[in-house]
């Protein structure tokens, strides 16, 4: 697929040879063997975005294997207008390579924030739903859920970083910020005006800078996502454990009031043994005996209750001066200090003197 500086859109087929021949390339210049890269050869610029493979040239812009990618929406709709000044691109005024450059970052940069438009309110439903106090179990259908979305996430956030980094090569290197402006080799008009004072040089590392930081706000966003993800996580953690803790408690309890019950047990056995005793012939006994179990029992359950208490609960906060919680400047604070020593200090010598 060709479009050329006015839009105009033209399609072929040509052998891989033939195209090298035209475009005066090598075979390897083709290969793509990155999933995202900028390079300059013999005074074109080849792009790959992920499926999207180009080349760009002063006087037309070339997409290879167009009809095997999803872009047909913005190849046939939106890129001609844009190539020929009906669009939102800022760089009308400067050669051809410069729109060319721009339309194809500014679909990259476009759908990576389609993508993150897309998770972001997932992600927080699913987080909403899992992180509730009130929940005794976490839903396995949610886990599954966030834990795609936490997949999705984390290849958006490679391949942001595959964008900035690309991005940041060509910044790094002036030459090839010099390589990228394809008229002022070719056009006589354009290099003039780079001699005359517009740094043609300047404004592609400008349009390079602008995406790269709209790249790194996605980043950032993204790298918000994470945490949040991590800190709900601990959350629900932390949840999980609290309800297993009143668990463990309510069961330690249960324990406790069993090994009381079965202690004072021990005294309803002895009686049931076929042993005579001269105790069975009085009839108060039997009731004397089993309220001794139970007072016993609910003695012995209580002390086990106040002792497991006082260690499961957690210590009181030691006790801080009202004066001290109030948030004073520093000189402020040493002079607190000082007057507190010295009228600790004045107290403890008009004690000694009266003593």
């Known amino acids: 697929m060709k479009l050329d500086k006015e839009g105009n859109t033209t399609f072929f087929e040509k052998k891989k040879?033939?195209?090298?021949?035209?475009?005066?390339?090598?075979?390897?210049?083709?290969?793509?063997?990155?999933?995202?890269?900028?390079?300059?050869?013999?005074?074109?610029?080849?792009?790959?975005?992920?499926?999207?493979?180009?080349?760009?040239?002063?006087?037309?812009?070339?997409?290879?294997?167009?009809?095997?990618?999803?872009?047909?929406?913005?190849?046939?709709?939106?890129?001609?207008?844009?190539?020929?000044?009906?669009?939102?691109?800022?760089?009308?005024?400067?050669?051809?390579?410069?729109?060319?450059?721009?339309?194809?970052?500014?679909?990259?940069?476009?759908?990576?924030?389609?993508?993150?438009?897309?998770?972001?309110?997932?992600?927080?439903?699913?987080?909403?739903?899992?992180?509730?106090?009130?929940?005794?179990?976490?839903?396995?259908?949610?886990?599954?859920?966030?834990?795609?979305?936490?997949?999705?996430?984390?290849?958006?956030?490679?391949?942001?970083?595959?964008?900035?980094?690309?991005?940041?090569?060509?910044?790094?290197?002036?030459?090839?910020?010099?390589?990228?402006?394809?008229?002022?080799?070719?056009?006589?008009?354009?290099?003039?005006?780079s001699t005359s004072g517009i740094d043609h040089a300047e404004e592609m590392e400008l349009l390079l800078e602008n995406y790269y930081r709209q790249a790194e706000d996605l980043a950032n966003e993204a790298r918000e996502l994470r945490v949040l993800i991590d800190d709900s996580e601990s959350i629900i953690f932390i949840n999980l454990d609290s309800h297993r803790n009143v668990m463990m408690r309510l069961n330690l309890q249960l324990t406790m009031g069993t090994f009381s019950l079965s202690l004072f047990g021990l005294i309803g056995v002895a009686f049931g043994m076929n042993l005579e005793s001269s105790l069975e012939e009085d009839p108060r006994i039997f009731w004397l005996v089993t309220g001794i179990m139970f007072l016993g029992s609910g003695l012995i359950w209580r002390r086990l209750l106040s002792f497991l208490g006082r260690h499961l609960e957690p210590p009181l906060p030691p006790h801080v001066p009202a004066l001290l919680k109030k948030s004073q400047p520093a000189a402020g604070r040493v002079e607190i200090k000082n007057n507190l020593k010295a009228e600790t200090f004045g107290l403890s010598r008009s004690t000694l003197t009266n003593q």
């Open 17 to 193: 040879t033939e195209l090298y021949q035209e475009l005066g390339l090598q075979a390897r210049d083709l290969r793509f063997q990155h999933l995202m890269s900028i390079a300059t050869r013999n005074n074109r610029i080849i792009v790959r975005m992920e499926f999207l493979k180009a080349v760009i040239t002063p006087e037309f812009l070339l997409i290879l294997d167009y009809r095997n990618l999803n872009l047909e929406h913005w190849l046939f709709n939106e890129l001609a207008s844009q190539l020929a000044g009906e669009g939102q691109l800022v760089t009308y005024s400067l050669p051809f390579e410069f729109r060319a450059i721009e339309a194809i970052l500014q679909y990259r940069i476009s759908k990576l924030q389609g993508r993150l438009n897309t998770l972001q309110p997932q992600i927080l439903e699913t987080l909403e739903a899992l992180v509730d106090p009130k929940l005794l179990s976490v839903d396995r259908s949610k886990l599954h859920i966030l834990l795609q979305n936490g997949k999705s996430l984390s290849e958006l956030e490679t391949d942001l970083k595959v964008f900035k980094e690309t991005i940041l090569e060509i910044l790094d290197e002036e030459e090839l910020i010099e390589e990228l402006c394809l008229s002022k080799w070719t056009d006589p008009q354009v290099f003039e005006e």
